[in-house]
């Protein structure tokens, strides 16, 4: 009787048979392998379902613009999000927002920002870094000086730059992440209601 045969028709011997080339130091092996694998098989399955987290969120501290940057995210905005974030982002706050990141006057705290970033990349699996600056911030007059935030068209430009050199920053560390910058001014209540947005990416769903 082959050794085949033999496996499957006798009853008798159960684990103590070993195939010819086959020692017990083999065995030992593959059953490891097999056990390693049983456990890693709800780990795998977890990463192959759609990551439940869309992005991180780069805000200001202001709290003016709290309530507003919020209320924002969680509900759909154009040429931003076609559906509520609430839930389903990170949120790294500093002052200035991209300007805290961006100008040479905070330096200090760039590679906090970045360090924190890969961290929800690991965590999260985030795909979408959404920037949020917004007017009459005190960071960019501390960074770029008050008469920059005096003037309007000035300020406006700032912003842009700053949100330009932050997402060329980003497509060196991460190019796989896609990038929204946006701008919120006040209306004419003082309320941030004035959605602009300076650099578009892709709409996330």
Known sequence: MSWSNHQSNCICCHASVLPPNVNRRGVLRFAALGAAAIALTPRLARAQEAAPYKAMLLSCVDPRTQLPVATWMDQ??????NTSLSGKYSQFTIAGAAVGIAAPAF???????????GASIQLHEVENLIAVNHSNCGALGIAYGQDVLNDPKRELETHVTVMTSLKHELSIRHPKVNFQGWYVAQDNTGTFSEWKNLIQGPMIS
């Open 76 to 81: 759909p905005a154009t040429r931003s999000h």
């Open 107 to 117: 330096k200090a705290w760039r590679e906090t920002f970045w360090d924190n970033f």
